[in-house]
Structure formats: C-alpha cells, structure tokens
C-alpha cells in the first residue's frame, strides 16, 4: 500500500499549524467535557494528541496500518493519552 512508504514522512510534510486550527475549529463549537471523540482518517495521530489535551476522549480510525503505529507512538510519549 502507498501508506507504507508516505506514513515515513507524513509529518515532516504536512503543516503542523494546520492541527491547531482544526484542534481550534473543534473546542470552539464542542466544549471539551472529557467526551469520547473519533477521529476518522486521523492519520500520525498529531490531531488527536491536540484534541485529548484539549479535554477529550479520543479514538483515532485509519485504514492505514503504518499510520496507526505512528499514533500509536505519539500516544505513548508524555502528555498523551488516545486510544
């Protein structure tokens, strides 16, 4: 799959401040109140590391097994709690 080759560099080429916005985007329409979230085509998981210390619950879907293993390494480091 194309996946295994781009979850290599995704993140060095995708724009970081992106995630804030839509971190941004989200808080200002749904308050975080510790409820469960699902982020769909969440990818590296940068989005959903934002969106737990933001206040929620997250669960990150991607059909892309490399990619999941990417956000499951950023869970894992300090500040981060998805599932």
Not at 14 to 28: F, I, S
Not at 33 to 45: D, I, K
């Amino acid at each position: 799959m194309i996946y295994e080759t781009f979850a290599q560099v995704y993140d060095t080429l995708m724009d970081q401040d992106l995630y804030t916005q839509w971190r941004d985007y989200v808080t200002k329409r749904v308050q975080p109140n510790g409820q469960a979230m699902l982020e769909l085509a969440g990818g590296s998981g940068s989005l959903a590391v934002l969106l737990v210390q933001a206040g929620f619950k997250v669960t990150d879907f991607d059909l892309s097994g490399d990619m999941l293993s990417l956000a499951e390494q950023r869970r894992m480091q300090p500040k981060s709690s998805c599932h």
